[in-house]
């Protein structure tokens, strides 16, 4: 995303910007600053300003340096007029070896055909321009510019010679070193298509990709070369992502800033509906607990607040009845399982969609007792878990066993053979208790740890 | 573990000490020890109670798995009450033992303990003899309105009062019974 904090940024006048004229002239509440001195980073249609920075290096226009720029003034490069036809002659004489050091337009040097083929430096823009006599090879630099403010592409370098030369250089144009035929090329469509239908040119503008860097980074180092479209300033989002002529992409992308927007405001009442409740059990406020513990648990049957951590804990407790733990610590009300939630859920509607969620997460895991089909889940279709075999076929298990006989058919220690042991403990020292009893024993016994996926492992039983 | 029983004590401390109870004098908790392992708890009788202006103090210890175990509590003040033992000061109350909840308090316990004291369960004593001799009590005629009834039915029949009291009580309060006795 762009930062406008950046303080390298500056609102600069973009009235003379655009055309080195200003209404306010002197008066005027932005600095005036010329293409070539300042780049342009944001500018929203209407505004007087827009935000730039100063170039560090000014590149001189190749163009201009040949004697004829179709920007004139405007353009994005420096044009050094009258210093070019002063140092000229001076230049001629020194015959390319001597650089003109107390000027600083010591690249402004004129390729003229008396040139040996050579290569020279620009101080300023470490571009290596390359001269070979009369044919000039650019080697390095951009192939066309863009001029966004008319819309208009310059495919090849031969359309930006194709322009008058700068008024400045009138009575220096006969020294340019070959002669360029003037065409007003901006003042005519670039191709017979274009003449032809301009919807089509609208829609390819509309077909056209913003630029990857702005879309990556927030900003494209290209911002005045780049061949691709650079989107206008969402609002909402702060991002130069709203294509300029794609009205469908701009409706997108609105409605997506608007949606989360939503999404991001219903966090922050989370948060803040969630930030002073403290929990039940350990008295703490849960959203300052230490990292990892941060998070809620909510009974679907009552409204109390408990951390995740303390109420699995209370629920695990072995020393008291199934009935008192499976109830609120607090009211006594009793729930099924606990559903872990980062925020605390206030409503009704809230609670049902969080539980729903909870429930349908958990089924797309594989339940830890069927084991695709190997072993048995004593939960049976009430298991919040996956039951599917390994091709991916959902299994109907059925309801859970209600009741295990004590001194029964070996098939039902087969259901758990896990805990045969435990099992046995516990009947020798409780005569008999309910199968809900034992698993929610199971469950707790083979959860080593909070962060577990098992511990979820909640018992169903009327 | 550990950590977390103190923590809670600590944050409970400040609660009695605030609560309401505190400012009327019905219920106090003081530290016996830094490590929060340690309390000890006063209460007062409750009012209309044989209890009423009494001040009981109690020994509060409280184990390392608190808050998922209830605090263990004694009465160091010597009692009569069927619920507590009048040797050692144990409590028979069911939020002590199997219906603890996670989110009781010190200061819900020791209200409790004040409720218990006015509302007695002599149907499971932890005294025994309390237990008995406080059922005779309450299963005794005078307190009975009916018994008074009769005893005055027969004082207006002529009969003294003490003979009355005897005869009926001699008959287990058959007023027929007791009658033909005193006049035959």
């Known amino acids: 995303m762009a930062d406008v904090r950046d303080i390298n940024w500056q609102r600069y006048c973009y009235n003379f910007y655009n055309s080195r004229e200003c209404p306010q002239g002197e008066g005027c509440t932005y600095p005036h600053k010329a293409r070539f001195e300042v780049e342009q980073i944001q500018y929203t249609l209407g505004d007087d300003f827009f935000l730039g920075k100063l170039r560090t290096?000014?590149?001189?226009?190749?163009?201009?340096?040949?004697?004829?720029c179709i920007h004139q003034q405007n353009c994005h490069y420096r044009h050094d007029n009258d210093d070019t036809i002063r140092h000229l002659p001076k230049y001629n004489q020194q015959n390319g070896n001597n650089r003109d050091t107390n000027c600083d337009t010591s690249s402004s040097e004129l390729p003229s055909t008396s040139f040996e083929p050579q290569d020279v430096t620009n101080k300023n823009s470490i571009n290596m321009i390359q001269i070979k006599g009369d044919a000039q090879?650019?080697?390095?630099?951009?192939?066309?510019?863009?001029?966004?403010?008319?819309?208009?592409?310059?495919?090849?370098?031969?359309?930006?010679?194709?322009?008058?030369?700068?008024?400045?250089?009138?009575?220096?144009?006969v020294n340019a070193p070959e002669f360029v035929p003037k065409n007003i090329i901006a003042a005519r469509p670039r191709s017979y298509a274009e003449a032809l239908s301009p919807e089509a040119i609208a829609e390819k503008n509309a077909s056209k990709k913003l630029c990857p860097y702005v879309n990556k980074d927030g900003i494209c180092r290209n911002l005045t070369d780049c061949t691709y479209l650079h989107g206008e300033m969402?609002?909402?989002?702060?991002?130069?992502?709203?294509?300029?002529?794609?009205?469908?992409?701009?409706?997108?992308?609105?409605?997506?800033?608007?949606k989360q927007h939503e999404k991001n405001m219903e966090l922050s009442f989370a948060i803040a509906r969630s930030k002073e409740k403290s929990c039940g059990v350990c008295f703490e406020v849960i959203m300052e607990k230490a990292n990892g513990e941060q998070r809620f648990g909510i009974l679907p049957n009552c409204n109390h607040c408990f951390c995740l951590s303390c109420i699995r804990k209370w629920r695990q407790a072995r020393q008291f009845e199934n009935k008192i733990i499976r109830a609120c610590p607090e009211c006594r009300v009793t729930s099924d399982f606990v559903c872990p939630s980062m925020y605390w859920v206030d409503t009704k509607e809230d609670k049902e969609k969080l539980i729903n969620d909870y429930k349908k997460a958990l089924s797309r895991k594989d339940c830890k007792y069927f084991k695709k089909g190997h072993g048995k889940c004593p939960f049976?279709?009430?298991?919040?878990?996956?039951?599917?075999?390994?091709?991916?076929?959902?299994?109907?298990?059925?309801?859970?066993?209600?009741?295990?006989?004590?001194?029964?058919?070996?098939?039902?220690i087969d259901v758990l053979q896990q805990v045969m042991l435990w099992d046995f403990l516990d009947e020798r020292d409780f005569p008999w208790q309910s199968l809900a009893d034992d698993l929610e024993d199971l469950v707790s016994f083979f959860t080593d740890s909070d962060e577990s996926d098992w511990s979820d492992y909640e018992l169903f039983y009327d | 573990m550990a950590n977390i029983a103190a923590q809670r004590i600590k944050r409970e401390f400040k609660e009695v000490i605030k609560s309401e109870e505190v400012a009327k004098c019905a219920i106090k908790v003081e530290l016996l020890n830094d490590s929060y392992t340690e309390l000890k708890g006063e209460i007062a009788g409750p009012p209309d109670t044989p209890y009423e202006g009494g001040n009981f103090i109690l020994e509060i210890k409280v184990p390392e798995t608190y808050p998922f175990n209830p605090p263990k509590v004694r009465f160091i003040t010597k009692i009569w009450h069927p619920n507590i033992s009048s040797v050692t000061g144990a409590i028979c109350l069911d939020i002590l033992k199997d219906q603890w909840a996670a989110a009781m308090t010190l200061r819900t316990v020791l209200l409790s303990l004040q409720a218990l004291l006015s509302a007695a369960e002599p149907d499971d004593p932890q005294d025994a003899v309390?237990?008995?001799?406080?059922?005779?009590?309450?299963?005794?005629?005078?307190?009975?309105?009916?018994c008074d009834d009769k005893i005055k039915r027969l004082v207006d029949m002529g009969v003294e009062d003490h003979q009355a009291r005897v005869a009926l009580s001699s008959y287990n309060w058959d007023l027929e019974r007791a009658t033909e006795q005193l006049f035959s």
């Open chain 1, 380 to 412: 049976g279709n009430k298991c919040f878990y996956l039951h599917a075999f390994p091709d991916g076929s959902k299994c109907d298990v059925g309801p859970p066993p209600r009741q295990r006989r004590p001194r029964n058919v070996e098939t039902e």
């Open chain 1, 57 to 68: 290096n000014q590149r001189v226009c190749r163009f201009f340096r040949r004697g004829n």
């Open chain 2, 130 to 146: 309390v237990g008995d001799s406080i059922k005779k009590i309450l299963k005794c005629p005078h307190a009975n309105s009916d």
């Open chain 1, 137 to 173: 090879e650019l080697t390095s630099g951009q192939d066309y510019i863009e001029n966004k403010e008319n819309n208009l592409e310059i495919q090849e370098e031969e359309g930006a010679c194709a322009s008058p030369p700068l008024n400045s250089m009138n009575e220096s144009w």
């Open chain 1, 234 to 258: 969402c609002d909402m989002c702060e991002r130069l992502v709203l294509h300029p002529y794609n009205e469908e992409q701009r409706k997108r992308h609105r409605q997506e800033c608007i």
